[in-house]
């Protein structure tokens, strides 16, 4: 890793653009991968991406290519794709090696991969980080300050990335949980889409409250059972992001959720969309692969199941509010 390389980033939406922005607020040169023709476009003519993260003008350091082996000479790069895409764009993406650091918080659908188990999976013959924690990508982009998970097995290559990456208004804290990083933002996401619904429907504030409080003891029963850490949990990646997600229709998964709540269908919210809620598609292999591992999750299952519109809003609240009256504690398994 050297500081005179350029960094790589995979993917040109809301997240790739503003942390293409903050990387590149010190000069630092920055190759965004887009997907669209329209963004790499936009991004090396205008300095600006309209489509997925208006408003901000983007430092001149950052230049757009649709060619992934311009990326191959970068001293690290940053995936941020939506998860049932990155695979494939590791895939096309020259390896010599060099680190990557995912940023995306998904599940794959079919094979319940992590997206570190992704890249695994694919063969990627450098060190893999996850970036992960309570961070809306227009605020990145807009300079405010954030502080994120940067996640490594080996905590000499989560230190270098840090110090890569931090900026003053951008504070990565380090740790040796990958897992717990990539779990954190994997559930928060769905368990934004259940806020969402408890706001579209006009539950309350008590409600929602119950709901995060119940959502992280989830987040946690799951987490635990696939060895991450509890501390990783209750930190940025973990009950940062719920908190964040839980709380603003800045949230695509929340606002998602919203409009369920309000009585619309989830096949008719998606279609408007272009952006990606992620909590959708990893409802349902989340709680397949929770379920798998006796570990009981019921409101990730009632977001499942609404995503797949086999129960109506009413009903599934009917159904959390009326299970079997239980303690508290986030070991026990049901
Ligand atoms: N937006 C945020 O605030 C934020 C913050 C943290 C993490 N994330 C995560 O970052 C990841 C990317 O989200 P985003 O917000 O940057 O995206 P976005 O919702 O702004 O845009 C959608 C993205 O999907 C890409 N895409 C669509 N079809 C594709 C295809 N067939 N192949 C490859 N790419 C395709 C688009 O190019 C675009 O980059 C997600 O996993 C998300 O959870 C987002
Ligand atoms: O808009 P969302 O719901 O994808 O959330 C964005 C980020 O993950 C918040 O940390």
């Known amino acids: 890793?050297?500081?005179?390389?350029p960094i790589g980033i995979?993917?040109?939406g809301a997240w790739g653009t503003a942390l293409a922005q903050m990387v590149a607020s010190d000069g630092t040169a920055v190759r965004l991968w887009a997907y669209e023709a329209e963004v790499v476009d936009a991004v090396n003519r205008n300095h600006a991406n309209p489509l997925f993260l208006s408003g901000v003008a983007?430092?001149?350091s950052i230049v757009a290519t649709g060619a992934m082996a311009d990326l191959q000479d970068c001293a690290a790069v940053l995936v941020v794709a939506p998860a049932q895409h990155l695979g494939r764009l590791i895939g096309e993406l020259p390896?010599?090696?060099q680190p990557l650091i995912l940023c995306s918080k998904g599940m794959e659908q079919g094979s319940a991969r992590l997206m570190n188990e992704v890249v695994e999976a694919v063969g990627w013959s450098g060190p893999v980080a996850v970036l992960s924690g309570p961070?809306?990508?227009?605020?990145?982009?807009?300079?405010?300050?954030a502080a994120v998970t940067l996640a490594a097995q080996d905590r000499a290559t989560a230190e270098g990335l840090a110090a890569l990456l931090a900026r003053?208004?951008?504070r990565p804290y380090v740790s040796d949980d990958v897992i717990g990083a990539e779990i954190g933002g994997v559930v928060k996401n769905v368990l934004a889409i259940a806020c969402g619904v408890v706001e579209g429907a006009g539950l309350g504030q008590n409600a929602r409250a119950a709901l995060i409080s119940r959502g992280f003891a989830e987040m946690t029963r799951y987490g635990l059972a696939r060895g991450a850490r509890l501390e990783t949990l209750a930190g940025l990646a973990g009950l940062g992001d719920l908190v964040l997600?839980?709380?603003?229709?800045s949230s695509r998964n929340f606002s998602l959720g919203r409009g369920l709540g309000e009585g619309r269908d989830a096949a008719s919210l998606m279609a408007d969309r272009r952006t990606v809620a992620e909590g959708a598609f990893?409802?349902?292999?989340?709680?397949?692969?929770?379920g798998a591992r006796g570990v009981d999750m019921p409101i990730c299952h009632a977001v499942a199941r609404l995503i797949a519109g086999e129960v109506a809003v009413r009903e599934v609240i009917g159904e959390l509010l009326s299970r079997p009256l239980t303690g508290e504690g986030w070991n026990r398994l049901g």
């Open 1 to 5: 890793m050297s500081a005179a390389q």
């Open 10 to 12: 995979i993917g040109g």
């Open 58 to 60: 983007l430092h001149a």
């Open 95 to 97: 390896d010599h090696g």
């Open 135 to 145: 961070t809306f990508a227009h605020e990145v982009g807009a300079g405010l300050p």
């Open 168 to 170: 003053p208004a951008f």
């Open 245 to 249: 997600t839980c709380s603003s229709t």
């Open 282 to 290: 990893s409802a349902a292999v989340l709680v397949a692969d929770a």
